[in-house]
């Protein structure tokens, strides 16, 4: 069967149009444009040019030598220099170029260190309105090697809650050591040496018991009281009237 | 015109149209070769030195929760580091106070944006049973719900598990930001493009910490490659028992948080 000539034509128009669609695609149009593997090659190399802002305390401690052995033995040892200093990559290309920031006045310390319900237990924090008001926090302490001025000398230092709640209570006038024996070293370092607290029902009957020689203190027949409870099971010793 | 001329003029069109674009497509080619010799200088730190593959390396953060005291260091040298806009409410990381009152509620809110009751601290009073910070940032997920939704490719996750943006891509249609689940991503105004953590992958790629794991104070935040039995993160995720954001949703995220509450979502 003969094909019809303009057929032929038709043909030879169509494998030119396909092939410049082809060529256009394959080798005219850059790869660059419609390769998704070179866009995601570009955005690393993109991302891996931006400039790093903060140098790290590695190469701080290069010169910064003196304030890197004060602060490895102290509270402060895993903080970053530019946590407080700002970001300081300029400064260890170019000491000259730029002078990082010292936090001195009383605004800074405190955003770590102020009282807040929400930080974890344990974590040091003062009151700032009440807290030596208006000195410099560096006046007494060292944020390289930041630890109390002096050792505190009355558990209210540490334990106010406690302190308060006891004063207003009967057992106000006993002393925190009638019932906890407190090793010395827990005023330096608390939680190394935790003080003790009382064990037995007989501690409290020491005081509380029938044969107590105790004038002021309430009597109980520990034996038959509160059976095989513990006496701080229902009587708080801080507050013992308040029964939760 | 009839259709012998319109035929004869479309042969001589569409290879004339294909020279101009390779002229115009010329330059372009020659930035990308430049590109992509970037790398092999880039992570050579010495004659021996192995080059970087990034099939090597699956990079994750581990979050402790109880060692978080909400001071926003994180937050301010990711901006300073990251160039984040100053504004209140562009962040690429940030950090929640939770606050459970007796009675069953749950209050949650950014302490970086500056509304009158963030600043406030919790008070001591009465009915507050627990309450605690809990710091945010992008999951890095890896089956990330933005790169399944961006219309023209722009987000997607490199092989060493760090979900990056194409800024030169992205239209700005905001799909992305609707999709994620954790609210991680904002529209930078000034390139009108999304932007996210990208767990600082410039400094990673050079051997430091992101800025946020640099600066905490407490090492609440832990940094480190899954793939390397010696990381931080994996020694984190073996002494800690681990959760994540919203597991029901199937992301499979890459920060992990240890003493994680119940109410945090």
């Not at chain 2, 200088?41 to 192995?50: L, R």
């Not at chain 2, 984190?236 to 509450?261: C, G, S, W």
Request: net charge positive.
């Amino acid at each position: 069967m003969r094909i019809p000539e303009q057929v032929k034509r038709l043909a030879v128009v169509i494998a030119v149009i396909a092939g410049g669609v082809l060529l256009t695609r394959f080798f005219i149009i850059p790869r660059s444009l419609v390769s998704t593997e070179l866009h995601r090659s570009a955005t690393v190399e993109r991302e891996l040019a931006k400039p790093v802002k903060l140098a790290g305390s590695v190469v701080c401690q290069g010169c910064h030598e003196d304030e890197a052995v004060k602060k490895s033995k102290g509270y402060h040892k895993n903080l970053s220099c530019e946590g407080c200093h700002g970001p300081a990559a300029q400064h260890a290309e170019d000491p000259g170029a730029m002078k990082p920031p010292a936090p001195r006045d009383r605004k800074f310390c405190p955003v770590c260190h102020a009282y807040d319900a929400s930080r974890p237990t344990g974590f040091p924090q003062i009151n700032p309105t009440a807290h030596n008001p208006l000195k410099p926090c560096i006046s007494c302490h060292n944020p390289h090697d930041p630890v109390p001025p002096r050792t505190p000398q009355a558990c209210s230092a540490c334990h106010g809650q406690i302190e308060r709640t006891k004063a207003v209570s009967s057992h106000a006038l006993l002393a925190c050591t009638t019932c906890h024996v407190v090793p010395e070293r827990h005023k330096t370092a608390p939680r190394t040496a935790l003080p003790s607290k009382p064990e037995t029902r007989d501690f409290c009957a020491k005081c509380h018991g029938k044969d107590s020689t105790r004038a002021d203190a309430p009597k109980i027949d520990v034996s038959g009281h509160g059976n095989s409870y513990m006496c701080w099971q229902c009587h708080y010793p801080h507050l013992p009237e308040g029964r939760g | 015109m009839n259709k012998r001329d319109f035929l004869k003029g479309l042969i001589f069109f569409f290879p004339a149209g294909g020279v101009l674009s390779a002229l115009a497509g010329a330059p372009a080619a020659k930035e990308t070769e430049v590109q992509d010799a970037g790398p092999k200088g880039a992570d050579a730190k010495g004659p021996g030195a192995k080059p970087y593959n990034s099939r090597d390396h699956y990079y994750g953060m581990g979050i402790e929760i109880g060692k978080c005291i909400g001071c926003s260091r994180c937050v301010e040298a990711c901006k300073a580091e990251n160039d984040v806009l100053r504004d209140p409410f562009f962040f690429r990381t940030w950090i929640e106070r939770y606050v459970i009152k007796k009675e069953g509620e749950v209050t949650v809110e950014s302490i970086n944006v500056k509304s009158r009751a963030s600043k406030e601290a919790v008070q001591e009073d009465a009915d507050v049973l627990r309450t605690f910070f809990v710091p945010k940032l992008c999951n890095h997920c890896a089956h990330p719900p933005c790169v399944q939704v961006c219309p023209v490719g722009a987000t997607f996750s490199t092989e060493d598990g760090v979900v990056l943006i194409d800024s030169n891509r992205c239209i700005g249609c905001r799909y992305c930001i609707q999709a994620c689940p954790y609210g991680a991503r904002y529209l930078d105004p000034r390139t009108k493009t999304a932007d996210k953590c990208s767990f600082c992958y410039h400094r990673v790629r050079k051997g430091l910490l992101p800025a946020c794991v640099e600066v905490c104070p407490t090492q609440a935040r832990i940094f480190g490659d899954l793939r390397s039995k010696a990381s931080r993160l994996v020694r984190f995720a073996r002494m800690n028992k681990i959760h994540v954001l919203k597991p029901a949703l199937n992301t499979e995220p890459k920060v992990y948080y240890a003493q994680m509450d119940g109410e945090v979502r």
